[in-house]
């Protein structure tokens, strides 16, 4: 254990985090654990609200609080817990150690200041550097992330660039101090097919030049099947299933991995009449049932499955784990 | 042959973008640059392309929710770009419109069942209880429970929202609507569940769709024939078939090849496109894909491709791109 | 058929436990905001006292001459008596019935009036209807308050309303300016143009499905002019363009200028803090509505 232990870059175990609303507390994300090892690409897959996102910013402590919190849980980044540190520690880390980057990329760089400006501001930030020093650093980077003429472009301003180089502009910045560790919380969701083909490209070279580890949280299966090594499954604020892109895609364990993979229309060489469709919707996370919350919509549901939720047992492999009663395969 | 419901003939949309001190016309954003299409009754036309072909606008203009710049659409034979408020607003009943952004497209303050009734109450068809029984049909055929009527829309899911568009569209029985990205906005589970709702509709009342996605699957799944739009302009026409099992415009190759495929067995051989996608306010000249294509020759930058009919006389792959330019077939 | 299944099922639940309101959310918050809900309970409390006097239970002998001059607050004056021995106790009471009249009606009605002018000005924004509102917006605006009211007071010489139209002519401009704009944005939602393909007029569109969508501006705004126009009478008592029968805090003010001279002072402080009481309480319950309609901010914990 301690092996795995040392050899892990982030350890995440029983995380659990709650939002007031006026019917009470509601848990978003409801006792998660995982693992991330160093320099691999993971996927968080998953519909809106089952608590990828939040699961996101509780990694960099930048869950908005009021109405969050982190109510309980560990995150353990080289040895520190991130719940416990003071907020002036985090900000060092953030950016530093653990970046993240965000969906819409014109509301996340600020529209009034350069490029330039924004670029520099992190490097001084967490480095000792000269502005020169730090403009040269951001020009690199701009570099790197395939943004032509970099030297012109780094003057300009956020609405002078397209969706996509926008993106590309967060992820230099989110990159320029080298960080163990990059959250992308749907980076290309906003973006168009040939462009988020672009960006994701560049994601998956950037990862293998500065030796980091991704999280990238998406709803798109197909960006999972195309740059991750592991995926993560998570349904109404637990994870129902993990192990790698091989597994989960040709032998998922559990209903709702299926159920995705089968729902989703794809290229056929047939039109068929009728997509498979999951029946019902989401629960309530204010009206949760006693037992599997996946139970009521499930073709494979058997008594037991109502009585209490599942835990997440892990086989085998490390990383690789399913929450169910009756997993399939 | 018999007459096409639709017939769409060189239509342009140009929107004037104003400045200066009287407000004069600085430049033009062709979003709808000369596009001509045919729609059969009962059948479905998926339209498809990225932010900026002008697919939307397209599908608005054939509406005349906004004004043509240029160009003809015929109805049922009836050009209503000629018609006059009233008998346009008599037409209204034929062509009908459902939205991709499920939160915007409903009234926020108007309870569902006024929402759903309204069509119905401003053409004044039937009687009050007939209208109130219409109703409840239509919740039927888009699976929402009664319940729904008597709340707002803030209170529904994206799906639920989605569907409720659907039944404020088919109120007036059209036979055809411009369906807008009706699924983009939606969670993966319950993207199936409205297509499928789309599905019955072209199955069993017989409805014809002008269906526009940038996803290339969700078109498949609906579609008899594919339009492909790029800038303004339509590159591709085809049936389905022919399209997905040989696509001839690069555009529509590389927008193929980009699509993530949720299988782990086919990583697919990409084609990266260069550079972004340029405005519509300063097209390229000649052909608009020319700055991006790599074929592109020196003929692409000079001269717009003619549209050209690279299939057969019975099944027409229609292509705009000079590689195509020998094709022995004329257009229709 | 499996269709029908399938879409039945698919839509099986319905959220019926946390069922909603449009209002419920606003509510919720209005009553976790303290000071909110203390300014509530006091503008409550000058309500009752008003509709007292309306239905004629108390404050009836605000302008009989009930006892000597200047008398001290006592057990039967309780507030004293002014210069003419007026119980000032009285006329206090009957202003609040005042205060509440001239706030309720300029408050509704220049709200009315800047919702319709404000609405057609943004759905018809970049056209002349849109100019000429806006044109006479800017003019309204320009004029100094003060001069507008005493020229409409003498356009309308003794009528009993002269002021009351003033304040409306005015105070509609700023609601107007709000609600324009709030328009000019919801005019390009997708449920406008659903409304425009089924057919619907354009003036439906406007009324039956945009300005429901601005009352929460309407209903602060409100508030606020209700505010406004209390204060206003003040001033316009002490030029004798205000309450010309009956007696206002403003009156009251005005009147005790001489008595103040002379070193009697009830008058004056009564009415100041029975107006700056209602003033002060409205504003901080219209500081609690506004946050409570604001979507984006968090209720208090």
Not at chain 2, 185 to 199: C, F, G, W, Y
Not at chain 3, 252 to 263: C, F, K, P, R
């Amino acid at each position: 254990m301690t092996d795995e232990v040392a050899k892990t870059l982030l350890c995440v175990r029983n995380l659990v985090v709650e939002f007031d609303t006026r019917f009470g507390p509601v848990r978003a994300v409801d006792d998660i654990s995982f693992d991330i090892f160093p320099n691999e690409t993971v996927g968080i897959v998953g519909e809106s609200g089952c608590g990828k996102t939040v699961t996101g910013l509780s990694l960099l402590r930048l869950v908005p609080s009021p109405p969050g919190r982190i109510v309980q849980g560990s995150i353990i980044l080289n040895g520190n817990d991130l719940v416990q540190l003071p907020e002036n520690d985090m900000a060092q880390l953030r950016g530093d150690d653990i970046s993240m980057i965000f969906q819409e990329p014109m509301t996340a760089l600020n529209p009034v200041l350069s490029l330039g400006t924004q670029m520099t501001d992190v490097l001084r930030q967490h480095r000792k550097m000269t502005k020169r020093e730090a403009r040269n650093v951001a020009i690199d980077m701009l570099e790197k992330v395939g943004i032509p003429v970099p030297e012109k472009r780094i003057d300009e301003y956020p609405h002078e660039l397209s969706g996509g180089m926008r993106q590309r502009v967060m992820i230099a910045m989110a990159l320029s101090c080298n960080p163990k560790l990059l959250v992308a919380d749907e980076p290309t969701t906003a973006l168009d097919v040939t462009t988020q083909a672009q960006v994701l490209e560049q994601i998956v070279e950037l990862q293998e030049e500065f030796h980091m580890a991704v999280i990238l949280i998406t709803h798109d299966l197909g960006v999972i099947a195309e740059t991750c090594q592991r995926a993560i499954v998570m349904y109404c604020g637990n994870i129902v299933e993990t192990g790698t892109v091989e597994d989960l895609f040709q032998r998922p364990r559990h209903p709702y991995t299926k159920g995705l993979l089968e729902s989703i229309p794809r290229l056929r060489d047939e039109r068929i009449a009728e997509l498979p469709i999951i029946p019902g919707m989401v629960p309530d996370l204010l009206s949760l049932p006693a037992g599997c919350r996946f139970a009521d919509r499930c073709k494979y549901a058997q008594a037991d499955c109502l009585q209490t939720p599942p835990r997440l047992e892990s086989s085998g492999d490390a990383g690789s784990g399913v929450a169910c009663y009756h997993p399939l395969n | 042959m018999s007459q096409p419901l639709l017939k769409v003939v060189n239509l342009k949309k140009h929107f004037p973008v104003r400045g200066g001190m009287f407000s004069r016309v600085l430049a033009k954003v062709k979003a709808v640059d000369g596009v001509s299409f045919e729609l059969g009754k009962q059948r479905t036309l998926g339209l498809v392309g990225e932010s900026g072909c002008g697919k939307s606008t397209l599908g608005r203009t054939v509406l005349r929710l906004h004004e043509p710049t240029a160009g003809q659409i015929f109805l049922d034979g009836d050009d209503i770009c000629t018609l006059d408020r009233e008998a346009l607003k008599q037409r209204r009943r034929d062509m009908q419109i459902i939205y991709q952004d499920p939160y915007a497209s409903l009234s926020p303050r108007r309870l569902i069942g006024q929402t759903i009734q309204e069509p119905l109450d401003v053409h004044k068809i039937g009687t009050p209880e007939e209208r109130k029984k219409r109703v409840e049909e239509l919740l039927d055929i888009v699976g929402l429970r009664k319940q729904v009527l008597s709340r707002y829309p803030h209170e529904f899911s994206g799906g639920q929202r989605q569907r409720i568009g659907i039944a404020r569209a088919l109120a007036l029985n059209p036979s055809f609507i411009v369906a807008d990205e009706p699924v983009s906005a939606l969670d993966v589970s319950v993207q199936s569940q409205v297509l499928n709702v789309i599905s019955r509709l072209q199955r069993e009342h017989g409805i014809a769709f002008l269906f526009i996605s940038h996803d290339l699957a969700v078109i498949q799944h609906v579609s008899d024939d594919v339009g492909v739009m790029y800038l303004g302009k339509l590159v591709e026409y085809s049936d389905s078939g022919s399209l997905y099992r040989d696509p001839k415009h690069p555009y529509t190759r590389a927008l193929m090849s980009a699509i993530p495929i949720p299988d782990v067995r086919q990583r697919a051989k990409r084609i990266v496109l260069a550079g972004d996608i340029p405005s519509p306010m300063n097209p390229p000249s000649g052909c608009p894909f020319h700055t991006r294509c790599a074929e592109a020759m020196p003929k692409c930058s000079q001269v717009v491709p003619p549209r050209v009919n690279a299939g057969s006389a019975e099944k027409p792959h229609y292509v705009s791109c000079h590689l195509f330019d020998g094709s022995p077939e004329s257009p229709a | 058929m499996s269709a029908p299944t399938n879409a039945a099922t698919s839509a099986a639940t319905l959220p019926d436990e946390h069922h909603e309101s449009i209002w419920g959310k606003a509510i919720y918050k209005l009553r976790r905001d303290r000071a909110g809900m203390v300014g509530f309970a006091i503008v409550m409390t000058y309500f009752i006292a008003a509709s007292g006097v309306w239905l004629g239970i108390w404050g009836t002998h605000w302008s009989d001459v009930e006892g000597p001059k200047w008398s001290p607050m006592s057990s039967e004056f309780w507030f004293g008596t002014n210069i003419i021995g007026q119980d000032i106790f009285q006329r206090a009471i009957y202003s609040t019935k005042t205060a509440f009249e001239i706030g309720l009606v300029v408050a509704v009605l220049s709200t009315l009036i800047g919702a319709v002018l404000g609405a057609l000005a943004g759905f018809f924004s970049g056209t002349w209807i849109d100019a000429i509102i806006l044109w006479i917006k800017g003019v309204l605006d320009s004029i100094p308050f003060y001069l507008f009211v005493a020229a409409v007071a003498f356009a309308l010489q003794d009528n009993p309303y002269a002021m009351h139209v003033a304040m409306i002519s005015t105070f509609w401009t700023t609601t107007g300016r709000l609600v324009r704009g709030e328009v000019i944005k919801l005019r390009n939602f997708e449920f406008v143009e659903a409304a425009k393909a089924i057919g619907v007029p354009q003036i439906t569109i406007i009324f039956r499905h945009i300005l429901p969508n601005t009352f929460h501006i309407l209903l602060v705004q409100a508030t606020i002019v209700f505010v406004a126009a209390i204060k206003s009478e003040v001033i316009l008592s002490f030029l004798g363009l205000g309450v010309q029968d009956g007696v206002s805090w403003g009156l009251m003010i005005s009147e005790s200028t001489l008595e103040v001279l002379a070193g009697y002072f009830n008058n004056f402080i009564w009415a100041s803090v029975l107006l700056f009481g209602l003033v002060m309480a409205f504003n901080m319950f219209s500081d609690a509505l506004q946050d409570a309609l604001d979507p984006k901010k968090v209720a208090a914990p």
